[in-house]
């Protein structure tokens, strides 16, 4: 089956820690992106991927650094500058920049 | 960046035809107006995408009015499944380096279907 993954499903850091997000999809999409998403809010744009080995910051990058060595995958990682990094964490991807995304299921994270 | 406004919630019964509104006065000619659904707790959905013309495909019809400045989501047979945020996004068109224009989601429609 075509999709997109994201693990782990839940994630716990104490503060201070960096911490890697996991995102793989095998659409053969070239783009990809970062959300983040606190409750009752909508999504920000936090990178994203146009092409392998290209990318570029969103609306909210500070605190965050990602990488796209290979076209199936885009690991976030969340620094220990970011200051408020408990949240809901979406990866997406399309066939090209800007057309219809499709949704991991997400990674919930929490730093105490 | 063009910015939607979107009711905050609604409700609508079983069976019947779900409408959901969308404000984007500020659209640029080149844009397209785009809805996701997110179902509690998972990632949003894509359901369809429109520039100028109507469009219709299984899960759910977008007229798009002349001006462009608005726009209405239809689900034609509201399901309890249905139940969820609505989100409407502006987006520049797709390509390679295209505007790096803000993709803005913003708290969407949150949508009640009752039994």
């Known amino acids: 089956d075509g999709g997109i993954t994201q693990s782990p499903k839940y994630l716990f850091r104490k503060e201070g820690q960096n911490v890697t997000l996991s995102c793989e999809q095998n659409?053969?999409?070239?783009?990809m992106y970062w959300y983040r998403q606190d409750p009752g809010q909508g999504l920000r744009l936090i990178y994203y991927s146009q092409i392998v080995n290209d990318f570029q910051k969103g609306d909210i990058a500070e605190g965050y650094s990602v990488s796209r060595e290979k076209k199936e995958s885009f690991p976030l990682t969340v620094t220990s500058a970011q200051k408020n990094p408990t949240a809901f964490y979406l990866c997406?991807?399309?066939?090209?920049?800007?057309?219809?995304?499709?949704f991991g299921p997400g990674t919930r994270l929490t730093v105490t | 960046d063009a910015k939607t406004t979107q009711p905050t919630s609604m409700d609508c019964a079983e069976g019947r035809a779900a409408n959901l509104p969308c404000n984007h006065s500020t659209i640029s000619g080149n844009e397209y107006v785009y809805w996701y659904r997110q179902i509690h707790s998972q990632g949003p959905q894509y359901i369809i995408h429109g520039l100028k013309n109507n469009e219709t495909n299984e899960m759910a019809s977008l007229i798009i009015t002349e001006d462009r400045k608005s726009s209405t989501l239809i689900l034609p047979h509201a399901t309890l499944r249905d139940t969820a945020v609505y989100y409407c996004i502006v987006s520049p068109p797709t390509g390679l380096y295209s505007s790096a224009s803000k993709i803005i989601f913003g708290s969407g429609t949150r949508l009640s279907i009752r039994p």
């Open positions: 997406a991807s399309s066939r090209e920049f800007l057309y219809e995304q499709y």
């Open positions: 659409l053969n999409h070239d783009a």
